[in-house]
């Protein structure tokens, strides 16, 4: 019988509450049978991009990898950190010569080897190089390494997510989509072995809109006048999904949606 290795791979992080919700659910996933932990943390230091330290307290936690996206150079205090991690991706459709990478490999706690590829989308997004080619690319590099490989898509639109899906189809061992803070329902395994989601939410405060406080967006809509978005409070929601791949071909044959709520 083909081993079995299970993923978990969480939403973005939305500051504190966020990462509180990660460090105390992590390590309950790893010791119920969860290998391999793969997080989005763009969003983990107060709300937009990521730091050193919100970076360590996570992989600290039992976090295996860190994908990013748009926010990831909003904290510049990470720039020369992420250039020397492993662990901390930035899209690969960034400029190549950016500091650090938008793939690693990395081994389970089975001792695997596990491909994480971080890409973003263009649709609404501003400009970066073709994903769809920055995932070919890195596929290539990665070659047989790893048999699992995970793949963020962190983009705004659905359409452009769900073609990346069916692009990556029986090539990869999940599609997972990242960045509007709002977990889709259309978790699936494609017809090649590829497990799908358009996007697994957020891990942050659930009395907000999308992490922020609600009275300030609201306000925004209302007047159409800037003002300062800060992270709500209040209990956090864990959301992501769990899949279960097959080690030796990489395929997927389970995908299930997580969603815990976090008191304080």
Known sequence: MTGRMRILFLGDIVGRPGRRAVVSAVPHFVTTGVDFVVANGENAAGGKGIDPGAARELLAAGVDVLTSGNHVWAKREVIPYIGESEVLLRPANFPSANPGSGYTVRRSRGGIGVAVINLMGRVFMGSSSCPFRAAEDALDAIG?????????????????????????????????????????????????????????????????????????????????????????SGPALLQGAIIDVEESTGRAVRIERVQRTFEG
């Open 144 to 232: 047989h390494r790893a048999a699992v490989v995970v793949v963020d898509i962190h983009g705004e639109a659905t359409s452009e997510k769900i073609a990346m899906g069916w692009y990556l189809n029986g090539r990869v061992s999940a599609v997972i989509g990242t960045h509007t803070h709002v977990q889709t329902a259309d978790e699936r395994i494609l017809p090649g072995g590829t497990a799908y989601l358009t996007d697994a939410g957020m891990c942050g405060p659930r009395d907000s809109v999308i992490g922020v406080k609600r009275e300030q967006v609201i306000e925004r809509f209302v007047t159409q006048m800037p003002n300062k978005f800060e992270v709500a």
